[in-house]
């Protein structure tokens, strides 16, 4: 609808032509050139008026002033370097790290699953709580009716561990996966080489074949093209490769370990070695599904209520009543990042937090400055400008700053993210890749607008209340400012100081727990001494164990110690079980035991349990414990005689209660 | 006299029908043919012609007037010519019905 838009220079000569045309026709009737001329004025009426009525018919005049406010903002910017430079860079880091804080939201709690259909996925759990129990795992017959309900596409248990993996250049303890055969087909995710598990296939025992991750590929097999029907053992059982998963390709599990996994093998979970599958045997324990499509959680959580009271009423033997046997469906979004949501949100707050001690001091520092223009805008009100005008200037000046700032913060972000990639902890659910995405970079531009208008308004409030005639009287360039002007300033000094406390002091607790936790004494000497963890294979078919009895396993031990005392460096070495690496076992790897004095009585009827260990002889001399009573084991302790020998501290505590 | 802005945008399609004119000229032209009784403020007239130009139903070029001055000349389009009948009607109709109103008036008094 506008064909051109007519310059105003056009409409001024206009204008002037007007002019001229009546004035010659004032002439010819008769006035003088002078007379001619003001009268021709006068009956046009205001020309200044006409001009800018003109100019500002044009819609796009909004557009101008932005333009206008913009340039004179980065004038005004130019001209303080050492106030835009501190500007920027306050900004550039509270919004680049709240961005990068946000990023690493996006990619562990905003879309957790990278996999088709994620919102599909659920996990199966057992509930019983009846008795009190949660998530006991499920059995094989349980499985073969969740898979023939029909309220699944597909039903996969997961089982696994860690194994030996021999038959490869260098052998290595890798964590595997068993799963059944239709685990990737419940996860949507087809392999970068080979083929994946059959989902038809139905084979009760383990199938021979194993697909494995694009990282076991390139770190044992050097990436070799020819991977496919190539043969390793696990535990000392051979299996077939049939596949590799695609590069960046993670499990959905709860811990970094089991997102890591690099094996995977099929099995039926019905044959040897797993216990025969009787409905009561809940050995399963972890069971992942694919809701079919069309049908949401809730809907099948219904459906499959229903199936369990059937089944319920079917087998009253194996689900007596006052369990109340329960199935639950938990989308596998929550087993994947639940208990890590609440930290990162935390953090965002801090970050947060920093972000907004930084806008309080932009603020305050704009609101020095503005205080030193106070002229510039009282005069500029003097001559008419609108307040509004004035406001929405400071405004733009506020969020040119802002976004200054918001570019420097990212460019250094992209630069710096490989390292920062490098620092962030092992145990955050990141299945997909931390990246900069357009949902980040919306955030940060929500971050950049909301933070500029915040310190583009501080002065810009305090314009409109000018007071112009004192202002205008005052013969000084700058001043610091009216009484309201310092209130203000005081309050953000104020609050920043408060903000930042808190920070600090909240830093300062984490970093006294953590010198704390570096004090601990550990009651044995850990300098130069190494622990070297080493698992005997547990293959598949138990009789083909070789070290199946103590005897067996005690000819290896001690030629483990024999050759170990040789090797050069190694000035003693001991054996013992994985509880005896102080501090270097979990909770499930004790083995505690009731312990019985003779000749005391017990109290109750449990006798106190306590975690026992078992060591050669060498163990107490080489971690360098202190020996309070008694003597420590020699080579006659064997299994003719046993001797026990317990923890100082413990044992005498105990015996202090009797 | 003062004139209603929808009253100014008829006058002025209404004095074009008799040819293109400038700015200057159509300011003329109103006053002379309404015998000095409607005296319209020239800066007035000129946010008038731009909006005619907007909605284009006048259109507008630079020319050369009667005594050899450079003036931009205005002239009435199709559409134009479309817009003064119907703005012509409308002015009929609202100055007979006024007319109807106080003629009755008169009666009664």
Known sequence: MFPHKRKSEDFTREIESHLQLETERLQEQGLSERDARFAARRSF???????????????????????????????????????????????????????????????????????????????????LPGV????????????????????????????????????????????????????????????????????????????????ISDGLWKRAFGADPGILGKSLRLDNDLYRVIGVMPAGYHDPGRTAQ???????????????????????????????????????????????????????????????????????????????????????LMLLGAVGLVLLIGCVSVANLLLARASAREREMAIRQALGAARKRLISQLLTEGLLLSLLGASVGLAILCCA??????????????????????????????????????????????????????????????????????????????????????????????????????????????????????????????TTDIYGTAAQEALLLHEILRRGATLPGVKEIAIGDVAAIPLGHSRKDLNPGPLILEGHETEGEQPPLVDR?????????????????????????????????????????????? | MELLQGTLDLLILRTLIFGAQHGQGIARAIRETSEEELLVEHGALYPALQRLEERGWISAKWGVSSNNRKARFYTLTAAGRKQLVKETNKWERLTGAIARILGAEGEKS
């Open chain 1, 45 to 127: 009426g205001n020309v200044m008026q006409a001009e800018e009525r003109f100019y500002e018919s044009s819609r796009w005049l909004w557009w101008d002033h932005l333009w206008q406010d913009v340039r004179y903002g980065l004038r005004m910017l130019r001209e303080s370097p050492g106030f835009t430079a501190i500007a920027v860079l306050t900004i550039a880091l509270g919004i680049g790290a709240t961005t990068a804080i946000f990023s690493i939201i996006d990619a562990a709690l905003l879309h957790p699953l990278p996999y088709p259909h994620g919102e599909q996925l659920v996990g199966v759990e057992d509930d």
């Open chain 1, 132 to 211: 009190g129990a949660q998530d006991v795992g499920i059995s094989v017959p349980e499985w073969q009716d969740l898979q023939r309900s029909g309220i699944f596409e597909y039903v996969s248990p997961i089982g696994g561990g860690d194994v030996n993996l021999t038959g490869v250049s260098q052998p290595a303890r890798i964590r595997f996966l068993s799963v059944a055969p239709n685990y990737f087909a419940v996860l949507g995710v087809k392999p970068q080489l080979g083929r994946g598990f059959n989902p038809e296939d139905h084979t009760p025992g383990f199938t021979l074949e194993v697909l």
């Open chain 1, 258 to 344: 089991d997102r890591n996994i690099e094996i995977w093998a099929a099995s039926g979970f019905a044959g040897a070695p797993a216990p025969p599958p009787l409905r009561s045997s809940h050995f399963l324990p972890e069971t992942i599904a694919r809701i079919k499509a069309g049908l949401s959680i809730t809907a099948a959580q219904s459906r499959l209520d229903a199936l369990v009271a059937a089944l319920q009423k079917q087998f009253p033997a194996e689900y007596p009543l006052q369990s109340g046997w329960r199935i639950r469906l938990v989308p596998l979004k929550e087993t994947v990042v639940g208990n890590v949501r609440q930290s990162l």
């Open chain 1, 417 to 542: 993210k490989a390292f920062l990639l490098q620092i962030l902890p092992e145990s955050l659910p990141l299945l997909n890749e931390v990246s900069i995405n357009w949902a980040v970079l919306l955030f940060a531009l929500a971050a950049t607008l909301v933070t500029g208008t915040i310190f583009g308004l501080a002065p810009a409030l305090q314009t409109g209340r000018l007071n112009l005639i004192p202002i205008l009287k005052r013969q000084g360039r700058g001043s610091t400012g009216s009484g309201e002007q310092t209130r203000m300033r005081r309050a953000l000094v104020v609050t920043e100081f408060a903000l930042s406390l808190v920070l600090m002091i909240a830093a300062g607790l984490l970093l006294r727990s953590f010198a704390d936790l570096l004090n601990v004494r550990p009651g044995f000497k850990p300098q130069n001494v190494m622990a070297v963890r080493t698992w005997l294979p547990v293959p598949n078919d138990p």
């Open chain 1, 613 to 658: 260990s078992v060591v050669t002889p060498e163990y107490f001399h080489l971690l360098g414990m202190t020996l309070l009573r008694g003597r420590a084991f020699s080579e006659s302790d064997d299994d003719n005689q046993p001797r026990c020998r317990g923890n100082q501290r413990g044992l005498r505590a105990e015996a202090l209660a009797e």
